[in-house]
């Protein structure tokens, strides 16, 4: 199923050995314990307060998001890093930019996709106290134009104690192996803009990811996962990219859905490279087949409003 066949051997010389590569393919999802250490979580932490107070400038094409109940008028923060639900995109700035390119995080990410790969979205995830906050479950390939499905693979990093008390993710193991489902705008009085939520899933078998600092989760594009509100005083913040091989090809018929982006090669003989493959359309996939109209408006809206 997965494009690349380790050896026992050449697993073993690796950060993910056979037996958790096995765990990967078979459940989808794959915790590794530890991987990033505390010194390089506060760099990425304290960068995140800088752009977030304005003590940075934010980078070219990155987009913070408020959240909605912020937005809303409904919820008074204290602070500016409680207004914020994430920032999106951040390539462009190079503190943060250093966690695609991570040696430890490239490194299982090659393990699961192959060698050669490109970032296709960044994401710095937060989790205020006092708002809903809530993901609802849903498959990330929605958002990404590349196929196949399988070489394609998100890292989030835990940046503090992840708990299901401030709202941790939540899988529902081996769903990666079942089709890309419609979504939509869940019926949530308080649902920040653009998560989306798959339509008629039996959330029954969900399991909970606690999660210490530095703790990275790996997990498939089709993997059903979200997560929950956070009840605590505390932030639950996450760092996580999405990244694919750079031998995929381009599925869908339009181009910008989600924003026009272009997609960097960070490892691999084309590094430092924008990927440009080849398009392979011929199905007429378009994610707008999977999403209401109405649903849609609400990327355009985020995309308008200031912080
Ligand atoms: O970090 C979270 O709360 C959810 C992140 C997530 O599921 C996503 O952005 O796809």
């Excluded at 990219?241 to 031998?247: E, I, K, N, P």
């Amino acid at each position: 199923m997965f494009p690349i066949a380790m050896n026992q051997e050449s697993a073993l010389m690796t950060r993910i050995n056979a037996q958790q590569l096995a765990a990967y393919e078979e459940n989808g999802y794959l915790v590794v314990p530890n991987l990033i250490d505390d010194a390089q979580l506060q760099i990425w932490v304290e960068r995140l307060s800088e752009i977030v107070e304005g003590r940075t400038p934010p980078a070219n094409g990155m987009l913070m998001m408020k959240d909605v109940m912020v937005a809303k008028g409904e919820v008074n923060p204290s602070s500016k890093m409680e207004a914020i639900a994430k920032i999106q995109d951040f390539e462009n700035d190079p503190v943060l930019d250093s966690y695609t390119t991570h040696p430890a995080i490239l490194e299982c990410v090659e393990s699961i996709v192959g060698k050669d790969v490109q970032t296709i979205h960044t994401m710095l995830i937060n989790k205020p106290p006092n708002v809903d906050g809530r993901h609802p479950l849903h498959q990330d390939l929605l958002y990404f134009p590349f196929r196949p499905a399988d070489k394609i693979v998100a890292s989030w990093t835990a940046l503090e104690p992840v708990t299901r008390e401030n709202g941790c993710l939540v899988v529902l193991p081996k769903t990666h192996r079942g089709e890309l489902l419609k979504h939509g705008n869940p019926d949530w009085e308080n649902l920040n803009a653009g998560y989306f939520g798959a339509q008629n899933v039996d959330a029954s078998q969900r399991v909970h990811l606690a999660m210490n600092p530095g703790d990275t989760v790996f997990f498939h594009p089709i993997l059903i996962h979200g997560s929950g509100r956070n009840k605590t005083q505390g932030f639950r913040r996450a760092i996580s990219a999405h990244y694919s091989a750079v031998d995929v090809e381009w599925a869908w018929v339009t181009e910008g859905t989600f924003g026009d982006r272009q997609y960097r090669i960070v490892s691999g003989d084309r590094k430092g490279e924008f990927w440009s493959g080849k398009r392979h359309n011929e199905n007429g996939l378009d994610p707008r087949d999977l999403l209401r109209n109405e649903d849609l408006k609400s990327i355009a809206a985020v995309k308008k409003r200031p912080t």
